[in-house]
């Protein structure tokens, strides 16, 4: 079984304990200022889609450099030094919580980003090294259901502590043990060493994300890379806006807001172990295009429930929230919108990895960070031109939505009999 296997393992905690860590500063951020008022502001929709932006940048910025790091070097090597820095920037985000700082604690989840963007590469690079071929959509099934997992537990545990009476303090001192912990199950991983004879990093950041950008489309993966994007795009804004949903529309608590992201990564989670127990080693196409209708059409459903929500009620907690049939049969959109999802990534990030070279991997899953970020940032700033025109978040859902569509006809119209020729 993998996860007793000292191949995959180290792997699998290392990256669970920084999706969980990224989660857990990011959720208790978000909830701080839109629940208790931190750092003062009054325009919470902006500032929780400039979070989303800040932390995300750092992925379209450094990706290029980080995976021709990765491809000229072990990878193991590189994710040791990836947790060492986690430990330097909790530090520095435990300070700006504990001080209050807002514009320090957006730093600290701008140096997080550089960080996930610096481990990103090794993470779905050293799978196809360490792992077998018929291993490979059982193993990125694991990482996609650990890494929602994570974000579950992270988003949870953020909402339980910044609900309690110390929450601030609790959640600067757990951050930095948890950074700690991952810089110890790092050093399990085995070596995995470069397949390339020469370093060849370039740290003119903009001309390097151009060449691996360039690199990348002249590949079979980069449709795949481009189907992969769509699903953080929409993933991130649903993400994002779900907590101003719930306060705005369905009149719920902080309690509640974790309780539907929760949801919302068991659905992914879910949704990328059906794939791979279906699909087993050769993944379709079909079943993305599928998997892309189903969430625009689901996310439609949520937003027409949402809409039905009378106005002026208080605010309410888990208990009267999912006694609602209302607000339930909302959940359950949510659940079967993100299992979709979970259905529409685990092929695609397949594809990627059987197609790339493997000197280039690296440089491969880079790309696939870029164009990802890329999308998510254009997600994000799509929020904020939405709210600073006067718009609703139903509205946004909605627009998320509809494009969903095009996708899947997308996706469809290019549709070999294998996904990795896609």
Same mark, same amino acid.
Request: charged share 10%; net charge positive.
């Given at each position: 079984?993998?996860?007793?296997? =000292? =191949?995959?393992?180290?792997? #699998? ?7 969980? $860590? ?6 208790? !951020?978000?909830? *701080?200022? !839109? #629940?208790?008022?931190?750092? /003062? ?38 994710? =040791? ?16 919580? !504990? ?27 050293? *799978? ?20 929602? #997992? /994570? ?68 590949? /079979? ?12 795009? #929409?993933?991130?804004?649903? *993400? ?6 719930? =306060? ?64 002026? !009620? ?54 696939? $960070? ?33 494009? $969903? ?18």
């Amino acid at each position: 079984m993998l996860l007793r296997s =000292r =191949r995959f393992a180290p792997l #699998f905690v290392t990256q669970f304990l920084g999706a969980f $860590n990224d989660n857990l500063y990011k959720n208790a !951020l978000v909830l *701080l200022v !839109l #629940f208790q008022g931190f750092g /003062a502001v009054t325009a919470s929709g902006l500032v929780v889609n400039l979070a989303a932006a800040v932390f995300i940048l750092p992925f379209f910025l450094l990706s290029a450099s980080a995976g021709q790091w990765v491809d000229s070097t072990d990878k193991t090597r590189v994710a =040791r030094v990836a947790k060492w820095l986690e430990v330097f920037i909790a530090g520095c985000g435990a300070v700006a919580l !504990l001080g209050g700082s807002l514009a320090l604690a957006l730093l600290a989840l701008a140096l997080l980003g550089a960080q996930s963007a610096l481990f990103g590469p090794v993470k779905y690079g050293v *799978l196809p090294q360490h792992l077998r071929p018929d291993e490979l959509l059982a193993g990125n099934a694991w990482i996609e259901a650990g890494t929602f #997992f /994570a974000i579950l537990l992270g988003t949870l545990v953020a909402g339980l502590l910044i609900a309690a009476g110390q929450g601030v303090e609790l959640v600067a001192a757990l951050v930095l043990v948890v950074a700690l912990a991952g810089v110890v199950v790092v050093h399990l991983m085995p070596a995995a060493p470069s397949a390339v004879s020469s370093p060849a990093v370039d740290l003119q950041l903009l001309r390097a994300t151009c060449t691996v950008l360039g690199w990348a489309r002249g590949q /079979a993966l980069w449709r795949p890379l481009l189907g992969i994007s769509w699903f953080w795009a #929409f993933g991130a804004t649903v *993400l994002t806006q779900l907590p101003l949903l719930v =306060r705005e529309q369905l009149a719920g608590d902080a309690a509640v807001v974790s309780s539907l992201l929760a949801v919302f990564t068991c659905g992914v989670g879910v949704g990328s172990w059906l794939a791979a127990a279906v699909l087993k080693r050769d993944p379709h196409a079909p079943v993305v295009a599928a998997a892309a209708l189903d969430m625009g059409l689901l996310t439609g459903v949520l937003v027409w429930l949402a809409a039905m929500v009378p106005e002026g !009620l208080p605010l309410r907690g888990p208990v009267a929230f999912w006694s609602d049939p209302l607000t339930f049969g909302i959940g359950v959109c949510l659940f079967g919108l993100a299992a979709a999802g979970g259905a529409y990534c685990v092929p695609l990030y397949t594809a990627v990895q059987r197609l790339a070279p493997e000197q280039r991997r690296g440089q491969a899953i880079a790309a696939n $960070n870029i164009v990802n970020s890329a999308a998510m940032v254009l997600a994000a700033l799509t929020g904020m031109l939405v709210f600073a025109v006067g718009g609703t978040v139903g509205q946004l859902l909605a627009l998320a939505a509809l494009l $969903n569509l095009p996708v899947a006809w997308w996706v469809w119209r290019r549709r070999p009999e294998r996904t990795a020729a896609l």
